[in-house]
């Protein structure tokens, strides 16, 4: 059994939720020599999460920010307000979202289904950059 672990530094990105399947693969060199296992994907931020999704058609990423700003919308009577009014509904989307996946990984590869995708979901206006976790264990 092996394990490996990576930070990963994405850039700062618009709110929204951005594909980043490329970047992580990209980030663990490893997984290409990994027969079965496991990756592990971890983001350091409360007001930022990471979700899999549909990766293929861009309305997905529109729809998704457009229900989310619903369920938690910077006008509701938040308490903690004094980080700015995006902060309070950015914690709210994270913890519903979560702060990792765990995918397997088969023959070099993430077992996503064919529409699948590792989205970073940004909750804030101007979050900035954005710390990631990768571990990978599993049999090379």
């Not at 951005?18 to 994907?41: C, D, F, K, N, W």
């Not at 861009?58 to 229900?67: I, K, Q, T």
């Not at 077992?111 to 599993?138: K, M, P």
Request: overall charge negative; proline content about 6%; charged content about 20%.
């Amino acid at each position: 059994m092996a394990w490996y672990q990576h930070r990963l530094t994405l850039p700062a990105y618009r709110r929204g939720f951005h594909i980043i399947t490329r970047q992580v693969v990209e980030a663990v060199p490893e997984l290409a020599s990994m027969r079965v296992g496991l990756l592990h994907v971890f983001i350091q931020h409360t007001s930022a999460s990471i979700s899999i999704n549909e990766n293929a058609d861009p309305d997905v990423p529109r729809d998704l920010e457009s229900s989310f700003n619903a369920i938690a919308p910077e006008d509701f009577p938040y308490v903690h307000t004094c980080e700015g009014p995006d902060d309070m509904p950015a914690h709210v989307k994270s913890a519903l979202l979560g702060n990792s996946v765990t995918i397997p990984v088969s023959n070099g590869r993430l077992c996503l289904g064919t529409w699948q995708g590792i989205y970073l979901c940004e909750h804030r206006n101007h979050g900035g950059q954005r710390s990631l976790v990768l571990t990978l264990q599993g049999d090379e």
